[in-house]
């Protein structure tokens, strides 16, 4: 396989994820936009829920989407940085994985505090961290369960 075969296959989907969630980092994307799709799917499932659990449960989506996104961002780097390798595991994969995530969380929230409808917040970089870490840590079981 060629290199740019091999970065075909392996960088173009980090690329384009990365500019998924550079997108879901727009106005577009805003707590009153998602909101208000939501809400009335939530009555309509959940007639009686409470304003309060509106709320919760819109925060709640929120930051599962944050760990989904990152999650998925942590796996595609792992895979990027693994590319054709027989070996199935490499801490230095998982490690270089999580410094972009952690890069990228930071730097998708440098970019919110431009966008009006939105904030920049050191929190969501640590629930975005969390979602990379945790794919990490499927691929560590994963590999050495596998071995067994």
């Known amino acids: ?18 500019s998924v969630i550079f ?6 994307f805003s707590s ?8 009335p799917i939530l009555r309509l499932l959940v007639p009686q ?3 309060q659990g509106v709320d919760l449960t819109h925060a709640l989506v929120r930051k599962a989407g944050h760990i989904t996104e990152y999650f998925i961002l942590s796996l ?3 895979r ?8 199935s595991w490499n801490w230095r994969w998982s490690f270089s994985a999580l410094i972009i995530v952690v890069l990228w969380a930071g730097l998708d929230e440098f970019h919110q505090s ?9 929190v969501d ?7 990379g870490s945790l794919a990490q840590l499927v691929i560590f079981f994963e590999h050495h369960f596998r071995k067994k």
């Open 23 to 28: 997108w879901m980092s727009s106005e577009a």
């Open 49 to 51: 829920i409470s304003p």
């Open 76 to 78: 595609l780097l792992f």
């Open 80 to 87: 990027a940085f693994r590319g054709k390798s027989p070996s």
């Open 125 to 131: 970089v640590g629930i975005d961290t969390a979602g």
């Open 1 to 18: 396989m060629t290199f740019h075969r091999s970065f075909v296959k392996y960088w173009i989907p980090v690329i384009l994820w990365m």
């Open 114 to 122: 431009f966008v009006p409808a939105r904030s920049a917040s050191a």
């Open 32 to 39: 009153q936009n998602t909101g208000s799709v939501l809400e």
